[in-house]
């Protein structure tokens, strides 16, 4: 089993850009979460999706931000026109929801990203 | 809405001596408390996890007690060791949201 997958593991990105973030879960698990990390912090809350759907964005910012998980091929967070406070690293979890509510989150590597 | 307070934010503890972290959870409906430990620039790891029926639970040198009248829950390790440095996180889980809230952190760090 691969583990969750996410690429790439840096990425720079100029203010104004755009900034694609992948994430492969676990074989199985179909639920996959965002999690952002400033330095030094904690692991902030983004979205939660299944295939197809969004189950719970509160935490994604209002502007700029979406998140999608395809039929086919990895979940996608998408950060349009980069600012500097973008600048963290991005986790990917995913979990076997079949297994009810106490089935832990597996992580991936993360994508740190830089904003210059 | 839902929140998860985890303290000390810094821990330092002698090699062989004991550390203990603690978290309080607001949504009285979570029922499952994971704990995840994070070495620097690597991903976030379980190491033990608790559900609300029961109320400790131990693996070796590491052990988590659940208070749920209180709401809250405690990391404990034991002979601690320089690996065991690093931030370790709790989470308070609610079945119906399955949303995983994580507390702010703790820093670990075991001195030789």
């Known amino acids: 089993n691969a583990g969750v997958m996410q690429n790439p593991r840096h990425l720079v990105r100029r203010r104004g850009q755009e900034a694609r973030l992948r994430c492969s879960p676990m074989?199985?698990?179909?639920?996959v979460y965002w999690y952002r990390q400033l330095p030094e912090e904690g692991l902030k809350f983004m979205v939660y999706l299944q295939k197809e759907n969004i189950i719970d964005e509160s935490g994604m910012p209002k502007e700029r931000f979406s998140a999608e998980f395809p039929k086919e091929g990895p979940s996608i967070l998408r950060i349009q026109q980069v600012v500097r406070g973008d600048s963290a690293a991005y986790f990917c979890a995913s979990h076997d929801r079949s297994r009810s509510y106490n089935s832990p989150l597996h992580f991936g590597n993360g994508t740190r990203l830089t904003v210059t | 809405g839902e929140n998860v307070e985890q303290h000390p934010s810094t821990l330092s503890v002698q090699e062989g001596d004991s550390a203990v972290i603690k978290c309080t959870y607001s949504?009285?409906?979570?029922?499952?408390f994971p704990w995840y430990k994070q070495e620097l620039g690597k991903r976030p790891q379980l190491i033990i996890d608790i559900r609300s029926n029961v109320g400790e639970k131990k693996d070796q040198r590491i052990a988590v007690t659940l208070n749920k009248t209180a709401k809250h829950f405690s990391l404990h390790i034991t002979e601690t060791q320089p690996e065991d440095s690093a931030v370790y996180f709790c989470?308070?889980?609610?079945?119906?949201?399955?949303?995983?809230?994580f507390g702010t952190g703790t820093r670990l760090k075991v001195l030789a």
């Open positions: 989470a308070a889980v609610t079945s119906g949201t399955y949303k995983y809230i």
């Open positions: 949504d009285s409906a979570s029922n499952y």
């Open positions: 074989k199985g698990h179909s639920h």
